[in-house]
């Protein structure tokens, strides 16, 4: 992977969760959306994803799809470690599109916050959750991913 040496715009998103309806926004505000995850894989929980301007762009779509199917599968790890994730859990993804020479490139940094949980578990939790998540997974070893946890 080549690291990116001029970051020429970011995509950016904040996702949270809950059992009734969940928000994602952009700091941008070009998108409003309601998304939810395949029957069951986010524990019959719905996704939002809010912005206002008329044309968001690819940097900020991908940040948002990627952050409501992340979400939802730290929502199945933790279902599977029996962890109550709190109600104000919080995701936000960066999508950074750059150049290395005359070369393109994209770069990811996730922000989870899982309060109210060891800092240890909520650690592993979003670890695993990139092992579950499909975006996750086509993008490993592609981008340069850099994930960080807030708990406790």
Not at 80 to 103: S, W, Y
């Amino acid at each position: 992977m080549s690291q990116i040496e001029k970051v020429l715009f970011t995509g950016k998103t904040h996702t949270t969760v809950t059992h009734r309806e969940g928000a994602s926004r952009n700091d941008h505000g070009r998108l409003d959306i309601q998304l939810s995850a395949p029957h069951g894989a986010s524990g019959n929980q719905d996704l939002r994803f809010d912005a206002t301007l008329p044309h968001p762009t690819a940097e900020q779509l991908f940040a948002g799809a990627w952050s409501a199917c992340y979400i939802s599968a730290i929502g199945l790890v933790a279902q599977q470690r029996k962890v109550a994730l709190p109600k104000d859990l919080a995701v936000e993804i960066e999508v950074d599109l750059g150049m290395t020479g005359n070369a393109y490139f994209l770069q990811a940094r996730f922000h989870v916050s899982v309060p109210g949980v060891e800092l240890e578990v909520a650690e592993a939790i979003a670890r695993e959750a990139h092992e579950v998540c499909p975006y996750s997974k086509a993008t490993h070893g592609n981008i340069d991913i850099a994930t960080t946890v807030t708990a406790g």
